[in-house]
């Protein structure tokens, strides 16, 4: 469906602070839905599974979302929660926390990955497993923000470049599965040369046609 409009950066930064000194004792529990008020009811809204077992940092996400274009947030806490949720609705963007009750670190993001292989996942990290958020950039996260402090229009484009990023990854496989199969169909094979390396990669289908087995 068509995204919503990034509204115009306004340089304001949440933290911690300040969102537990405004709304002290009103932490929501986990599963509620919050959408943006206000907005293009005519636009579909971006679905957000946010799983986090902090309340006041799911409670800040959530609050950022609140005000951002059409956004849809359901909230879980532990990682055996995530299964009935990704069964039960369809979402467009994963927001997930590397350290939950049930799961710790790289687990956590290739779990969900597993779970969700097509959805673009966003993990929110603290400043003390930030290597470990890059490195789940390399499994295949689309980003990684640091909680804390936030700034919302800097929120709000992660979520929707990463969105759009998924889709071109996803396009892409699409496109090479489709040009596999039909050169097994036709009997045609490619080739690529990387002068840099000096390197020559072969299709599946050479390795066929000239009755050689690939090392991959």
């Not at 990854?169 to 390396?197: M, P, T, Y």
Request: aromatic share 6%; glycine share 8%.
């Amino acid at each position: 469906h068509v995204l919503p409009p990034i509204p115009p950066a306004t340089g304001q930064i949440l933290t911690d602070r300040s969102i537990r000194s405004r709304h002290a004792g009103s932490l929501p529990p986990a599963g509620t839905w919050c959408s943006s008020k206000g907005k293009n009811m005519s636009v579909m809204p971006i679905r957000v599974l946010l799983i986090e077992d902090s309340p006041l940092d799911a409670f800040l996400a959530i609050e950022v979302l609140k005000g951002g274009p059409g956004f849809q947030v359901v909230h879980k806490k532990t990682l055996a929660e995530v299964v009935g949720a990704l069964s039960a609705r369809s979402f467009d963007v994963v927001l997930v926390d590397l350290g939950l009750p049930d799961s710790e670190g790289l687990a956590t993001a290739t779990a969900v990955m597993q779970w969700g292989p097509a959805l673009p996942i966003i993990i929110l990290t603290g400043n003390d497993d930030d290597a470990a958020a890059r490195q789940a950039i390399k499994l295949g996260a689309q980003d990684y923000l640091v909680k804390g402090t936030i700034v919302p229009d800097l929120f709000y484009r992660s979520i929707r470049y990463s969105i759009e990023r998924k889709k071109a990854e996803q396009a892409l496989k699409e496109s090479e599965a489709f040009l596999r199969r039909s050169q097994e169909i036709a009997h045609i094979g490619s080739w690529r040369f990387h002068a840099d390396s000096q390197e020559i990669n072969w299709s599946q289908e050479v390795f066929r046609i000239l009755g050689m087995e690939s090392e991959s």
